[in-house]
């Protein structure tokens, strides 16, 4: 899907994958993010076939006007990964939106592990 808005210049249309690519530069500047990486089995060998998109641990799905964003990530060894998470998330929304103009209904970060 894409996101789509009409305004007095015209039609905009936004893909996902520019979103996913997006989240991915907004997440690799927040601190205490080490990296992304698939969720599971199948996200690794989706990814894979991708043919080497950096884009790997990032999901967007939008709805009408509504973004839904999942990533999966590396946090960094010896920080709150509570508080990088929830800064993560509000990072995410903010820009987000301001870059689409559209609503981020829902952020899922799953931490698959921890690195040094």
């Given at each position: 899907m894409a996101v789509k808005t009409n305004n007095i210049y015209g039609k905009i249309i936004i893909s996902d994958k520019t979103i996913e690519h997006f989240?991915?530069?907004?997440?690799?500047?927040?601190?205490?993010?080490?990296?992304?990486?698939?969720?599971?089995?199948?996200?690794?060998?989706?990814?894979?076939?991708?043919?080497?998109s950096k884009v790997k641990g990032v999901k967007v799905k939008s709805a009408g006007d509504r973004i839904t964003i999942n990533v999966s990530v590396i946090v960094k060894y010896g920080v709150s990964i509570k508080a990088v998470i929830e800064a993560l998330k509000e990072?995410?929304?903010?820009?987000?939106?301001?870059?689409?103009g559209m609503i981020v209904n829902s952020i899922n970060v799953n931490v698959i592990g921890v690195e040094r």
């Open positions: 989240v991915y530069q907004i997440a690799m500047d927040c601190y205490g993010i080490v990296k992304f990486t698939p969720k599971n089995a199948f996200d690794a060998v989706v990814s894979f076939l991708r043919f080497g990072s995410i929304q903010y820009k987000v939106e301001r870059f689409t």
